[in-house]
């Protein structure tokens, strides 16, 4: 007699949590993306229409349509002052300069006032009050100091980089835990190994949040110098567009600082991320 074989229903293919996990983070992303998308075309949509139906004066508010016509204009043709990207090239060399030597002065300071509590108490007093100095009001001092050219830019940049990566390194160095230091010394490191392997690998996450909003702070520094006195630039070009109430021109070059301003910052995100693979995810990452 023969045997009848069962037929046998092929098995169900397994998703593992992981993959729902990172299938979930990449629909959040693209929903993410979209969302961004629809918010900027709705509020660009609505600024054209009232500008062209009266609601708003588009002579002092200008519109969007405007403001990529002079875009273009830069674009192909070039700006007063030289080619569009010459400018922006000489800002973000200013903005560049100033952040590198107002990142690298104020981790330095930072982690040395946090390390060192006789410094700390000799130098905070000043430079809490050189902290409450509005610092846009020093650029005119650099323009009659260094002249018109970056070296004024540059100097307005470090100031307003310089205070908010010192008290990020300071704190960074402040908190570090007591119990590491502990058991550096016990093992026999010095105060320099110490400084360099326990204290500034434990400030780095408190230093990388205050890069992502000074490097804002060096492209302020830069373009305010720029608009105070220059030969070239973003901020020339934003006080050239005022002097000929070109709203559009005005407009314009704020949204080619933005466009920079959000490259160097995913620049940084980057950065972040590489550096600190080993950190776990945050927990709403994939929801």
């Not at 900027?40 to 139906?53: D, N, V, Y």
């Not at 569009?84 to 100033?98: C, K, M, P, S």
């Not at 060192?116 to 009050?129: S, T």
């Not at 908010?164 to 704190?171: D, G, I, K, L, M």
Request: hydrophobic share 55%; proline share 4%.
């Amino acid at each position: 007699m023969p045997l009848e074989t069962a037929a046998v229903a092929p098995a169900a293919p397994t998703v593992s949590r992981t993959e729902v996990r990172e299938r979930a983070a990449r629909n959040r992303k693209l929903g993410v993306y979209g969302a961004r998308a629809a918010v900027l075309a709705g509020f660009l949509g609505l600024w054209e229409l009232c500008s062209r139906t009266g609601v708003i004066d588009p002579f002092n508010f200008s519109q969007p349509s405007r403001i990529w016509n002079q875009i273009w204009q830069w674009v192909t043709h070039g700006t007063a002052q030289g080619s569009l990207g010459e400018q922006i090239g000489y800002t973000l060399y200013e903005a560049l300069t100033g952040w590198v030597l107002g990142v690298v002065g104020g981790v330095l300071l930072g982690i040395a006032l946090g390390r060192i509590r006789f410094l700390a108490d000799v130098f905070g007093p000043y430079i809490k009050v050189l902290n409450a100095i509005p610092r846009i009001v020093l650029a005119p001092i650099f323009l009659i100091w260094f002249g018109l050219g970056p070296a004024s830019k540059v100097a307005s940049a470090v100031v307003l980089v310089f205070f908010p990566v010192f008290f990020n390194a300071f704190q960074g160095a402040r908190e570090v835990d007591r119990n590491l230091v502990a058991n550096a010394r016990i093992l026999g490191a010095s105060n320099r190994k110490v400084t360099l392997q326990v204290v500034i690998p434990a400030a780095t996450t408190w230093i990388f949040t205050s890069l992502h909003v000074s490097f804002g702070f060096a492209l302020i520094g830069a373009i305010v110098g720029e608009y105070i006195g220059a030969t070239k630039g973003l901020g020339l070009m934003v006080a050239a567009a005022q002097g000929t109430f070109n709203a559009a021109g005005v407009y314009a070059a704020m949204t080619i600082l933005a466009v920079v301003a959000l490259f160097t910052e995913g620049l940084l995100t980057f950065a972040e991320k590489r550096l600190f693979r080993w950190k776990p995810a945050d927990a709403g990452d994939g929801r």
